[in-house]
């Protein structure tokens, strides 16, 4: 069979080595004659792992011991509600940047809660180019509960790489699309979260890193699941938690360790988002619409020169085991998704066959 | 490898045809080349796949077509806080009825968001077994949003096998540990709910199947991945869902019409539990306090005569391959949860057992 490369922006691919270890355990692990996914959540064994889990999420990111890290359900989006109800305390604003998509469904919901004040920085440069305003123009307001913005839009390939400074305003990211791809410093902020659907594992798990401050402020009405408080108290086992997913976000925080760390992995990151960034400068049958200088190196959207060959260029592509480059509905056009776990083997193929597609077609 | 046979309350074991269906196939789903897990949930393969498991689904409960099925995340403590919040509408009051553990924690929630008329039917035979009052004898306030209860109390061993006659007020039920074990009227109901990793498949994945005239009545403040409505018209993919524990889930709702159904999966049930009860009746060694009428068939708690075994019979049963016997600690002692996925086999491995047990220490 073809080597398969799936450029998907989410459930994503996720490491070879992870799935085969994965495999080969499924229906007995660590010689227990049963998977793990049927193990109970408050056996040692599964204790071990999910802290074991969380310690090496900590050492990934470098997260300070003044920050409580979470594994939640209900995805990023249970986050854009959880947000609000347990960070408001007895305040009514909260501040929300506007960068595309995800910021803007966050603030949607956030709006059930809070008086927002929205902030659109998106423009575009001279050139025609999509740009958004420097951190340090972004409006804050002082008695807002929190900043929220979200570092990279997934669907229009936007990545914020500077962290705003917001003084005594807790700083909350949705960094479902970016965590783990580059380091963080976690003091700048109050929060993040991340749906694990990209960067981390499978869908149905979402990660939250909040300071210690910011707990214990829910609001009476929040639904318990989504306390922080009690989740922490319970590590992240108020409910049952879903194993299964977090048995293998750990088996990816182990494989990202086995490379170095996340400054080792930035550096693969930033040679397959140039390889495929150059590739499409250098032509003039492909283009990205993004300025150079937020440019997500995770989710790369593209179009060709002439739109009637989108479908063409799929079905080639998929042929060619290049799978779900078909860009999000409300931007059209192809999008390549290079998180962690695709190789720069994968970005290479792709560069190769969009080389000789342009020469066959254009 | 001695055989395991895996009691545990949940995550509970799971068909063993199904795992290793999921494990021959966990790197090459459908001959795709990628994991399922990796596949996108709007990608036409996964929507296909989405749709059969709920057409399945409705196959094996007789769902009728005024129904809504949902794929949620939370678990069964977040439909805890997502049924007031969906159901109340402009009312203020709701009825629960206790039964034990887990309807206790559904009133917690619920209080957040209601005014709560509690029963307890708990109670005593005249020879000191548990029992309930009968459905005919629990009251219903005629004003209320809903009435809710638990028919399988996982943790005391209680099951509910009429189904209370409520009028105008719907009835819902927290049917996590009895779903699929046996036929149901669904049309007796307004809503039921279950967490996955009982008898549908891994923990992280909940499914809710509510009566159409119940969606649209949402609390404006609901988080929206909690609203029915919002669920509803996405068919479930609002947010991302937990897409592999819902591959899963299909996979053993196959494997339940393979097996002729819910009716004959039930009388494997009744075998089952049978089976271990009159081991257990048959001794004066082990006793369950549990008065027959509501015996549940899926949890079966017992306590040792002398409770100073209890450490040696865990390890001696472990040893046999008899997994996670542990009680709940509210209660104590033993228990085994046979689920669907226990064949008769397991149960008789453990009456085995426990005959050799009393036999060396009685």
């Known amino acids: 069979m073809t080597k398969k490369y799936n450029f998907c922006a989410g ?14 355990e499924f229906c007995n692990w660590q010689g227990s004659g049963i998977s793990v996914m049927e193990v109970s959540h408050r056996s ?11 310690a090496d999420l900590r050492e990934l990111l470098a ?27 007895d305040k009514l604003d909260a501040d929300y940047i506007l960068t595309g998509q995800w ?13 927002i004040q ?8 001279a050139d025609g180019k999509i740009t958004i305003k420097p951190c340090d123009e972004w409006p804050v307001n002082s008695g807002a509960a929190y900043l929220h913005y979200c570092p990279n ?24 699309s970016t965590i783990l791809s580059r380091p963080l410093d976690i003091s700048k902020f109050g929060l993040i979260y991340a749906g694990a659907q990209k960067n981390i594992g499978p869908s149905g798990l979402a990660i939250v890193i909040v300071r210690d401050d ?16 009690i989740q922490a108290n319970a590590d992240s086992m108020y409910n049952t938690p879903p194993t299964y997913s977090w048995y293998l976000a750990g088996l990816v925080f182990k494989w990202l360790l086995a490379q170095g760390g996340i400054a080792e992995v930035e550096k693969k990151n930033i040679a397959k988002a140039e390889l495929l960034y150059n590739a499409i400068d250098a032509s003039s049958f492909y283009s990205n619409n993004v300025d150079k200088s937020v440019r997500s190196r995770m989710n790369i959207p593209f179009t060709l020169a002439d739109d009637s060959l989108n479908d063409t260029f799929l079905s080639e592509s998929k042929a060619a085991g290049l799978l779900t480059l078909k860009g999000h509905k409300l931007v059209g056009g192809m999008r390549a998704s290079i998180y962690n776990a695709m190789p720069i083997e994968g970005v290479q193929a792709l560069v190769d066959f969009m080389a000789a597609f342009e020469k066959k077609y254009a």
């Open 11 to 24: 459930p994503a691919m996720l490491p070879e080595a992870v799935m085969q270890q994965a495999q080969s």
């Open 44 to 54: 040692p064994e599964y204790i071990e792992l999910a802290k074991q889990a969380e």
């Open 63 to 89: 997260v300070p011991d003044n920050y409580k890290v979470l594994f939640c359900q209900g995805g990023g989006r249970g986050q854009f509600a959880a947000v609000p109800l347990n960070l408001l305390g």
């Open 103 to 115: 910021s803007k469904s966050a603030v949607v919901e956030a709006k059930k809660h809070a008086r």
């Open 118 to 125: 929205e902030t659109d920085i998106m423009t575009t440069t």
């Open 153 to 176: 839009e997934t669907i229009e390939g936007i990545e914020i790489f500077d962290v705003p400074s917001t003084g005594i305003v807790p700083l909350v990211a949705d960094m479902s």
């Open 214 to 229: 910011l707990v214990g402020k829910a609001r009476k009405a929040i639904p318990s699941i989504f306390d922080y408080e």
